[in-house]
């Protein structure tokens, strides 16, 4: 609401209505009071009233009054308009903050249907597993799977180990990511980010052997069995839906 409308209002209409009369009033009450009394009428005037300088120092303290009045409404007025035209930036600053983020949120949906349209394989066999078409490392296949709802496979025993195996070998031949890692756990010492500890009759002969580096290690699986490499090397890698 502008400083305009507001002071069209009916409630300040009237209050400065009520304002101007009074201060004609003042004005003519001064000008009468200096009339008769410096009329120079011969006839003594006798009563109980102020005297015309004392009347006068009064009116115009009134007339201050009213005038500081009269400022103290605008002001209010003004203040207040400030505040709506503020409170409106901040409603229309939300709104597209709101809008911006629904916008992203939308785009964003839209991003992850084409990335798994696109960038992972299906397998009716395996409707809770995705296989990646492209290679990253352990870091990064961690984060694409749970942006997804996903997760790093997790191979509790030789039976997965085989029928993971057997859908990723399918479109790759290569070494697969999966969950196992000792990252924040005794180097050489593997989970699952299920939080199971990885079966030691699930890797490969010779495996693992830290793969003669002092960085992180993770596990990928190759030909059914486990293999350790440093998390930073980059391969396929499969997801698995760990909701019911």
């Not at 001064?30 to 120092?57: D, Q, R």
């Not at 496979?153 to 057997?166: F, G, M």
């Amino acid at each position: 609401m502008r400083r305009g409308l507001l002071m069209s209002t009916p409630i300040f209409t009237s209050l400065f209505a009520s304002l101007a009369i009074a201060d004609s009033a003042v004005s003519e009450a001064v000008s009468n009071i200096s009339i008769n009394i410096n009329a120079g009428s011969e006839t003594p005037v006798h009563c109980n009233c102020i005297s015309a300088g004392e009347f006068s120092n009064r009116a115009a303290e009134l007339n201050d009054t009213l005038l500081a009045i009269k400022n103290d409404i605008v002001n209010e007025i003004k203040a207040l308009a400030d505040s709506l035209k503020e409170l409106h930036r901040k409603i229309d600053a939300t709104n597209q903050s709101v809008f911006s983020n629904a916008d992203r949120q939308l785009e964003d949906a839209k991003n992850d249907v084409h990335l798994i349209v696109n960038a992972f394989i299906t397998n009716k066999n395996f409707p809770k597993v995705l296989l990646s078409k492209f290679v990253s490392n352990w870091y990064e296949a961690d984060r694409l799977c749970k942006r997804h709802g996903f997760q790093l496979i997790s191979i509790q025993n030789a039976t997965k180990a085989h029928e993971v195996w057997k859908f990723a070998s399918t479109y790759s031949r290569s070494n697969i990511w999966t969950s196992g890692t000792d990252q924040s756990k005794t180097p050489g010492d593997f989970y699952w980010l299920t939080g199971t500890k990885v079966l030691e009759d699930l890797f490969q002969a010779g495996q693992p052997n830290g793969y003669g580096y002092d960085s992180d290690v993770c596990l990928t699986i190759y030909d059914g069995s486990l293999a350790d490499f440093p998390c930073n090397d980059m391969y396929f890698f499969v997801c698995e839906d760990l909701r019911l």
